[in-house]
């Protein structure tokens, strides 16, 4: 597996890492225990050293990332997320950057984790009650203490980015980018590429749909968002948003590759220091996505896809209006 630095300051990580949330939140039911701690070995095996996971998840998904890569612990670079308030109310989702908040989750972090040390810590979301100074001054301390060694930030906007980075270096942001999101081109990447900063794209296949396995008839399983939250996977949006799977599909023949591998490949050839973090239970997904590490995308034929692409209307909102509120803040 071939090897990216994130930014300036940030790891060293493998090409492609690993998300964990689907194993056990946000697609339908969690999977047993085995099943879950199964592909994150296995992705270990094949060189992956970046593991990313949330507070936010759940504390099986940190308990399951820490379990399996106790056995490889020295080679993992383990990134999870605060910014949440874990004792709300089952269901809600209550912003909480507080320092005193901060300090008082990591340890549970650092527990669950199986670990002395969180390589990459992000604040999950903006909290527009806390400055971000103080928050970035709160995991600066944690930075000291020995117990992060490196900060992040996840769906910020430039202006939050550079006030963090004063404070203390931000080693990666983390948002949502792929063929069907591109957003962080008009202001995040060119801040992240001036401040040398990394940038770690989650959803990179578009939640599954730029795999080409989802269609406007497919059945989401109960407790899977994409039936129930996202607008872009209502049905109608499905149907008029196959045109780009359907491009993908052109584009990939010819280059003899999957429309994953093509779309993960898209996002490699941007920038080198960009490490996309596609998830999956499946062990021929993963094998799949990890040889999109493989696939060189020469300048005519990354700009044939961005091109064409860019001529593809998607049709729905990435998330309906109180969950968009909290990006890009």
């Not at 039911?29 to 060189?47: D, L, S, T, W, Y």
């Not at 612990?73 to 997320?81: F, N």
């Not at 940038?199 to 989802?214: N, R």
Request: with cysteine.
């Amino acid at each position: 597996m071939q090897t990216r630095r994130l930014g300036r300051t940030g790891p060293e990580v493998s090409a492609l890492g690993y998300g964990a949330m689907g194993l056990s939140h946000g697609y339908g039911p969690a999977r047993e225990r085995a099943q879950a701690v199964a592909p994150i070995r296995a992705a270990a095996e094949r060189g992956v050293t970046l593991f990313d996971t949330a507070q936010i998840y759940g504390a099986e998904n940190e308990e399951i990332v820490g379990e399996a890569l106790q056995p490889s612990r020295g080679l993992a670079v383990i990134a999870t997320k605060f910014g949440f308030d874990l004792d709300a109310p089952a269901g809600q989702q209550v912003l909480n950057s507080r320092p005193e908040h901060i300090r008082r989750v990591t340890d549970g972090s650092l527990k669950r984790l199986r670990t002395d040390v969180i390589d990459l810590y992000y604040q999950h979301r903006v909290d527009p009650n806390v400055p971000i100074e103080d928050v970035a001054g709160a995991v600066k301390e944690l930075v000291q203490a020995g117990k992060v060694r490196h900060f992040g930030l996840s769906e910020a906007g430039a202006v939050t980015i550079r006030r963090a980075h004063a404070i203390h270096p931000v080693a990666a942001v983390q948002s949502e980018y792929s063929l069907w999101w591109r957003e962080p081109e008009h202001e995040v990447l060119p801040t992240c590429e001036e401040l040398g900063i990394g940038f770690v794209p989650f959803s990179p296949l578009g939640k599954g749909f730029l795999t080409g396995a989802i269609g406007a008839n497919t059945t989401f399983a109960a407790g899977d968002l994409r039936g129930t939250t996202f607008p872009r996977f209502a049905e109608d949006n499905l149907a008029a948003n196959q045109a780009l799977v359907d491009l993908l599909r052109r584009l990939a023949i010819r280059q003899g590759v999957t429309p994953a591998q093509l779309a993960l490949a898209w996002l490699l050839a941007q920038k080198p220091w960009i490490v996309p973090i596609p998830g999956t239970t499946k062990l021929h997904r993963l094998e799949e996505n990890l040889a999109a590490a493989d696939v060189a995308l020469g300048p005519e034929d990354l700009g044939e896809v961005t091109d064409a692409a860019a001529k593809v209307a998607i049709h729905g909102d990435r998330y309906p209006e109180q969950l968009q509120r909290r990006v890009g803040q």
